[in-house]
Nanobody, 126 residues
């Protein structure tokens, strides 16, 4: 059974940093791009970042570009999202995702994602 399990969410203050992790089990995703989405209250789930199978290239949505870094450790089957200078509008549930049709870093559409994590809540207070 394939599982993606996120961790690292929590309540932080504006300006703080947070690093999320997503550990995969049940199969290896080292040949596929992995990504992060978020769903803010009252909004659709939106793409945030992706990373190529090798980890050598990354792609970021404009919404958090410059404040986030995505990375992966294929030996641990884990992807990370480091978030800096957090703002109250970054409050959301953050999900990791795998699209089996992608190996390079590019925008991901939520309809093409094959596997989702259960999500981790990030709350940024002002």
């Amino acid at each position: 059974q394939v599982q993606l399990v996120e961790a690292g969410g929590g309540l932080v203050q504006a300006g703080d940093s947070l690093t999320l992790s997503c550990a995969a089990s049940g199969r290896t995703f080292s040949s596929f791009a992995m990504g992060w989405f978020r769903q803010r209250p009252g909004n659709d789930r939106e793409f945030v970042a992706s990373i190529s199978w090798s980890g050598m290239s990354t792609y970021y949505a404009d919404s958090m570009n410059g404040r986030i870094t995505i990375s992966r450790d294929n030996a641990k089957n884990t992807v990370y999202l480091q978030m800096n200078s957090l703002r109250p509008e970054d409050t959301a549930v953050y999900y990791c995702a795998v699209d089996l049709n992608k190996s390079t870093a590019q925008a991901m559409g939520k309809m093409s994602v094959n596997y989702w994590g259960q999500g981790t809540q990030v709350t940024v207070s002002s």
